[in-house]
């Protein structure tokens, strides 16, 4: 967790040099390449001091809005916040505990979802809800066949 310091200077620039020094071109292939890392865990390997999770995701978001790409990086949101909430992968039973697991993951989803998608994530949320996934089930990345089904690529 940074000390404040990752708002010092042009963090924009400096994200994207940790990005470049680790032989990737851009934020999402660094991403991609740890799909089922937190946004947290992806800002601590590019700079533990000096750079927040909130900044990766804006730097994301911003690449996948020039590539026409936010669908997917929707789904590869709901990957990481899953992975961080359910490591088993979707609760067998969905007692009180495990509903508040999932509810987690959903939320926190949520609130990182644009405002461009936030009907088809509710729509998607409503499907998880009325048909879960089998117990175990945790995608490994964006283009997971039930995340895809959830919420398709149709992003011109």
């Given at each position: 967790?940074?000390?404040?310091?990752?708002?010092?200077?042009?963090?924009?620039?400096?994200?994207?040099?940790?990005v470049?020094?680790?032989?990737?071109?851009?934020?999402?292939?660094?991403?991609?390449?740890r799909?089922?890392?937190?946004?947290?865990?992806?800002?601590?390997?590019?700079?533990?001091?000096?750079?927040?999770?909130?900044?990766?995701?804006?730097?994301?978001?911003?690449?996948?809005?020039?590539?026409?790409?936010?669908?997917?990086?929707?789904?590869?949101?709901?990957?990481?916040?899953?992975?961080?909430?359910?490591?088993?992968?979707?609760?067998?039973?969905?007692?009180?505990?495990?509903?508040?697991?999932?509810?987690?993951?959903?939320?926190?989803?949520?609130?990182?979802?644009?405002?461009?998608?936030?009907?088809?994530?509710?729509?998607?949320?409503?499907?998880?809800?009325a048909?879960?996934?089998?117990?175990?089930?945790?995608?490994?990345?964006?283009?997971?066949?039930?995340?895809?089904?959830?919420?398709?690529?149709?992003?011109?």
């Amino acid at each position: 967790m940074t000390d404040g310091r990752s708002w010092e200077g042009n963090w924009t620039v400096r994200l994207y040099e940790r990005v470049r020094e680790r032989g990737y071109d851009s934020l999402t292939a660094f991403a991609d390449a740890r799909p089922t890392a937190s946004l947290v865990a992806l800002a601590e390997e590019l700079g533990k001091d000096d750079v927040a999770g909130v900044q990766v995701f804006r730097g994301l978001l911003a690449e996948a809005e020039r590539s026409h790409r936010v669908t997917r990086l929707v789904r590869g949101q709901l990957v990481r916040e899953l992975w961080a909430c359910l490591p088993n992968g979707w609760p067998t039973v969905m007692d009180d505990a495990n509903r508040f697991k999932v509810a987690k993951a959903i939320g926190l989803w949520s609130s990182l979802t644009p405002t461009t998608h936030e009907k088809r994530v509710e729509q998607a949320r409503a499907a998880l809800r009325a048909t879960p996934p089998p117990p175990g089930w945790l995608p490994r990345g964006p283009d997971d066949e039930l995340l895809l089904t959830l919420l398709p690529d149709d992003e011109a």
